[in-house]
């Protein structure tokens, strides 16, 4: 049976993913990628010590060779230096597409090739299948739409595609618990992380401060007539359709429209303001198809907690071009585009501009 390569971080998923793969047979190796340096603690993040304790643990009960490889240096890299920069620039990152693109899938793809495993898996919620209109394994949605990842793992390669397996794609998080259950794993009601893992409480700006050892200063909250309304805490603090938080005194509901790192203005203005049709995207990823020469009919999801709506798809001077046919609200620079043929992941992109 195929070598396979299991990235395990300890949470119920990834555990019933391994213990799939177990039944089915599968030569296995278990890893947990070691993502924070020890000076970084994050408890209530994903990757504690007590996930690498319980992921150990589950190894050990199903009596599969297990290791801990640290990347952390490759973590801060590709995913936490980027993830500050973005904000810097007025973008709105997202640091979940980017470990699995740098991390999992290309760290993670790289280390199971040197040590012989033919592929990797992980307990995301996706399928790769055969697709006969496309003649080539293609990455599709998980066959229960609340816990389909498929958004986050968009930049996946096609050689990634042929050499990955997602054991938990047509199942359910609560037949996932069973499974563990069952098994006699103590993971099984272990609840799930939420939040980025590096982090946990959610305050972006205090992280970048620390992270930076800079003070973002205060600037103008303009309104998009020109109108001075006020002066803002430092322009990391505002993401694109904020409404809460702006510490303005208005005489109606407002929001965050664009922000200008260079003249570090916030843009503030009415909910149809936040509303616009078209975007560009570049780091383009096309997994199912090989190129789009003319026009295409697709649907678009602008970010992860989202259905994904018609457009029209073009690509120009290497930048995909997304035309919907109904105005999307809060399109953010940074967040990613990707682009599905039904269940079928086209590929997509990072949005540059709207």
């Not at 990634?160 to 069952?182: C, M, V, W, Y």
């Not at 600037?219 to 805490?233: C, V």
């Given at each position: 049976?195929?070598?396979?390569?299991?990235?395990?971080?300890?949470?119920?998923?990834?555990?019933?993913?391994?213990?799939?793969?177990?039944?089915?047979?599968?030569?296995?190796?278990?890893?947990?990628?070691?993502?924070?340096?020890?000076?970084?603690?994050?408890?209530?993040?994903?990757?504690?010590?007590?996930?690498?304790?319980?992921?150990?643990?589950?190894?050990?009960?199903?009596?599969?060779?297990?290791?801990?490889?640290?990347?952390?240096?490759?973590?801060?890299?590709?995913?936490?230096?980027?993830?500050?920069?973005?904000?810097?620039?007025?973008?709105?990152?997202?640091?979940?597409?980017?470990?699995?693109?740098?991390?999992?899938?290309?760290?993670?793809?790289?280390?199971?090739?040197?040590?012989?495993?033919?592929?990797?898996?992980?307990?995301?919620?996706?399928?790769?299948?055969?697709?006969?209109?496309?003649?080539?394994?293609?990455?599709?949605k998980a066959a229960f739409a609340s816990k389909d990842q498929s958004y986050v793992l968009f930049r996946l390669s096609r050689e990634q595609i042929?050499?990955?397996?997602?054991?938990?794609?047509?199942?359910?998080?609560?037949?996932?618990?069973?499974?563990?259950?069952?098994?006699?794993?103590?993971?099984?009601?272990?609840?799930?992380?939420?939040?980025?893992?590096?982090?946990?409480?959610?305050?972006?700006?205090?992280?970048?401060?620390?992270?930076?050892?800079?003070?973002?200063?205060?600037?103008?909250?303009?309104?998009?007539?020109?109108?001075?309304?006020?002066?803002?805490?430092?322009?990391?603090?505002?993401?694109?359709?904020?409404?809460?938080?702006?510490?303005?005194?208005?005489?109606?509901?407002?929001?965050?429209?664009?922000?200008?790192?260079?003249?570090?203005?916030?843009?503030?203005?009415?909910?149809?303001?936040?509303?616009?049709?078209?975007?560009?995207?570049?780091?383009?990823?096309?997994?199912?198809?090989?190129?789009?020469?003319?026009?295409?009919?697709?649907?678009?999801k602008i970010r992860y907690k989202q259905d994904e709506k018609s457009a029209t798809v073009t690509m120009e001077n290497g930048l995909l071009h997304?035309?919907?046919?109904?105005?999307?609200?809060?399109?953010?620079?940074?967040?990613?585009?990707?682009?599905?043929?039904?269940?079928?992941?086209?590929?997509?992109?990072?949005?540059?501009?709207?």
């Amino acid at each position: 049976m195929n070598k396979t390569l299991v990235a395990v971080s300890g949470g119920v998923d990834s555990c019933a993913a391994l213990l799939i793969l177990k039944n089915a047979g599968y030569d296995l190796h278990a890893v947990t990628m070691k993502l924070h340096s020890e000076k970084d603690t994050f408890e209530n993040g994903c990757l504690t010590n007590k996930d690498i304790n319980d992921a150990r643990s589950v190894c050990e009960h199903l009596n599969i060779s297990y290791e801990v490889v640290d990347f952390s240096e490759d973590f801060e890299k590709y995913v936490i230096a980027p993830f500050v920069r973005a904000y810097e620039i007025g973008a709105t990152p997202n640091p979940c597409i980017e470990c699995n693109f740098h991390m999992k899938f290309d760290k993670l793809f790289e280390f199971g090739r040197s040590m012989g495993y033919e592929n990797i898996a992980t307990g995301h919620y996706a399928r790769i299948e055969f697709d006969e209109k496309y003649g080539r394994k293609v990455l599709k949605k998980a066959a229960f739409a609340s816990k389909d990842q498929s958004y986050v793992l968009f930049r996946l390669s096609r050689e990634q595609i042929d050499h990955t397996l997602f054991p938990l794609g047509s199942i359910s998080k609560d037949e996932a618990r069973e499974l563990a259950k069952n098994a006699g794993l103590n993971i099984s009601t272990k609840k799930e992380s939420q939040d980025i893992c590096f982090i946990p409480d959610g305050d972006y700006a205090s992280f970048i401060e620390k992270y930076t050892k800079k003070t973002y200063p205060c600037g103008d909250f303009i309104r998009k007539d020109g109108k001075l309304l006020g002066k803002h805490k430092g322009i990391i603090r505002y993401t694109i359709g904020q409404r809460k938080g702006l510490g303005l005194a208005l005489d109606r509901s407002m929001y965050v429209c664009r922000k200008d790192p260079v003249k570090n203005e916030v843009i503030i203005g009415d909910n149809e303001d936040l509303f616009s049709k078209e975007l560009w995207a570049d780091h383009v990823n096309l997994s199912a198809i090989d190129s789009i020469d003319t026009p295409l009919r697709l649907f678009a999801k602008i970010r992860y907690k989202q259905d994904e709506k018609s457009a029209t798809v073009t690509m120009e001077n290497g930048l995909l071009h997304v035309v919907f046919d109904e105005p999307q609200r809060a399109i953010c620079t940074g967040q990613s585009v990707v682009l599905y043929d039904g269940d079928t992941v086209i590929g997509g992109g990072i949005i540059c501009r709207t």
